[in-house]
């Protein structure tokens, strides 16, 4: 009995430390899952910036730039329009599943002085952003292809330009610091991202064909949207766990339907990591079930959050399956353990009925009971004397009984 209390015992201590174990791997891989799936977002920047040089530099828009060197004429501006509407309508068609960005301004100024925004193929006229990014496009193009002149006259409109373009990149400094500043400020073809209250603005210049030369330059204003482009693929996510990208943020929060039934424990861990900016874990009820959480702010968004959210239930089963086939082992040890001792008992037992058998009859004085067990152990030799000694009280009775009717006819002839 003893024995078996401490298998228990000890068996229910490995189950604890399994499940321990488990639910550590489980938290690993959800973690490392929420890292892998982050990273998305990373694998569509490319693609941004290839779509960008190619229509930068394409050949419709060098004709175009080179037509406007000789006449700015509306006739031209209105052929510049209609490409980068154009432009503008090839990115409205690609699949949101893959695509995660929206080309937002496009500003460009080319020798000869002609300029030129957009800020979207329904806005008659470009914004503020964009208007600067023709200023910054314009300034860069007389940097590079204005030679020095001893006129005592001031430019006025290149002076306003230029304090614009400087209040504007103080401004980036300030908001988005010293890297951002640098590159936007110094990095022709380096895309620069910065970070916002709406999402991820990314920026790009490019001189054409080379910054040595350049007949143009083109300056676009990217917008990623990570949360939506994270959220949209979470949604098709047919995974193993749960995934809640970029739901809430310092700014707001968004909510998916499915997730509104556990929107209070789940509002709650995003409130933490937005609060703390710290990882959380934890556990929630969700749809009936219990679901460990791990949660991060995010890495490549950092004004985002990354939720996952993984079943407890296949480690819940895994156990259940621990139990059983331990119980199933432990069953199956003690049928074995009844039949042995069974055995070993009939073994026993059979001999010591026989003996007992044997004695009966030799109390009735019945000296003809064998056992012949043909065993060779002690309950043998027990048997094969007891054997011998039924043998010889039969012998000697059959004596007696001969001596007796001997004695009886001596008797006999005597009287």
């Given at each position: 009995?003893?024995?078996l209390?401490?298998?228990?015992?000890?068996?229910?201590l490995?189950l604890?430390?399994?499940?321990n174990?488990?639910?550590s791997?489980t938290?690993a891989?959800?973690?490392?899952?929420?890292?892998?799936?982050?990273l998305?977002?990373s694998?569509?920047?490319?693609?941004?910036w290839?779509?960008?040089r190619?229509r930068?530099?394409?050949?419709?828009m060098?004709?175009?730039?080179s037509?406007?060197?000789?006449?700015?004429?509306p006739?031209?501006i209105?052929?510049?329009?209609k490409?980068?509407g154009?432009w503008?309508s090839e990115?409205e068609?690609?699949?949101?599943?893959i695509?995660?960005?929206?080309?937002?301004d496009?500003?460009?100024?080319?020798l000869n002085?002609?300029e030129?925004?957009t800020?979207?193929?329904?806005?008659?006229e470009a914004n503020?952003?964009?208007v600067?990014?023709?200023?910054?496009?314009?300034?860069?193009?007389?940097?590079?292809?204005?030679?020095p002149?001893?006129?005592?006259g001031?430019?006025a409109?290149?002076?306003?330009g230029d304090m614009?373009i400087?209040?504007?990149?103080?401004t980036v400094?300030s908001?988005?610091?010293?890297?951002?500043f640098?590159k936007?400020?110094?990095?022709?073809g380096?895309?620069?991202?910065?970070?916002?209250?709406?999402?991820?603005a990314?920026?790009?210049i490019?001189?054409?064909?080379?910054?040595?030369?350049?007949?143009y330059?083109?300056?676009w204003?990217?917008?990623?949207d990570?949360?939506g482009y994270l959220?949209?693929?979470a949604d098709?996510?047919?995974g193993e766990y749960?995934l809640?990208p970029?739901?809430?943020?310092?700014?707001?929060n968004?909510?998916?339907?499915e997730?509104?039934k556990?929107?209070h424990e789940i509002?709650?861990?995003?409130?933490w990591?937005?609060t703390a900016n710290l990882?959380?874990?934890?556990?929630?009820?969700?749809?009936?079930?219990?679901?460990?959480?791990e949660?991060?702010?995010?890495?490549?968004?950092i004004?985002?959050?990354m939720?996952g959210?993984a079943p407890?239930?296949?480690?819940d089963?895994?156990i259940?399956r621990?139990?059983?086939a331990f119980?199933l082992?432990?069953?199956?040890?003690?049928?074995?353990?009844?039949?042995?001792a069974k055995?070993?008992a009939?073994?026993?037992?059979?001999?010591?009925?026989?003996?007992?058998l044997?004695m009966?009859?030799?109390?009735?004085?019945?000296?003809s009971?064998?056992?012949?067990?043909?065993r060779?152990d002690?309950?043998?030799?027990?048997?094969?004397?007891?054997?011998s000694?039924?043998?010889?009280?039969e012998?000697?009775?059959l004596m007696?009984?001969m001596?007796s009717?001997?004695a009886?006819?001596?008797?006999?002839?005597?009287?």
């Open positions: 009995m003893v024995p209390i401490t298998v228990f015992f000890v068996f229910n490995y604890n430390e399994d499940y174990v488990r639910i791997q938290r891989d959800l973690n490392r899952t929420n890292d892998l799936f982050e998305r977002e694998f569509v920047d490319p693609l941004a290839k779509f960008v190619e930068t530099f394409s050949r419709e060098r004709q175009l730039a037509a406007l060197e000789v006449s700015s004429g006739a031209v209105k052929q510049l329009d490409l980068t154009s503008y990115h068609k690609s699949d949101p599943l695509i995660n960005y929206n080309p937002r496009i500003a460009v100024a080319g002085g002609w030129y925004a800020s979207g193929k329904e806005q008659e503020t952003f964009g600067m990014l023709k200023q910054i496009a314009r300034s860069i193009m007389k940097q590079r292809t204005q030679r002149t001893s006129s005592e001031i430019d409109a290149a002076i306003e614009v400087e209040t504007g990149l103080q400094r908001l988005f610091g010293d890297d951002v640098v936007l400020a110094n990095g022709v380096l895309p620069v991202l910065m970070h916002v209250v709406a999402g991820t990314g920026l790009i490019h001189a054409v064909p080379d910054i040595e030369t350049p007949q330059v083109m300056i204003l990217i917008m990623f990570y949360e959220a949209r693929i098709r996510y047919r749960l809640w970029v739901e809430a943020h310092r700014y707001g968004v909510f998916r339907r997730y509104y556990a929107r509002v709650k861990m995003a409130s990591i937005a990882p959380v874990s934890g556990r929630i009820n969700y749809r009936g079930s219990w679901h460990l959480v949660g991060r702010p995010g890495v490549a968004q004004t985002s959050l939720i959210m407890e239930a296949p480690i089963q895994a259940t621990s139990k059983t119980t082992l432990m069953a199956g040890i003690l049928l074995c353990v009844l039949l042995i055995n070993v009939d073994d026993i037992l059979v001999p010591i009925r026989s003996l007992i044997g009966q009859q030799v109390v009735r004085e019945s000296y009971y064998r056992i012949d067990s043909g060779t002690e309950l043998g030799v027990l048997c094969s004397a007891f054997d000694m039924t043998r010889g009280l012998e000697k009775m007696g009984r001596l009717k001997s009886q006819k001596f008797s006999l002839q005597e009287s």
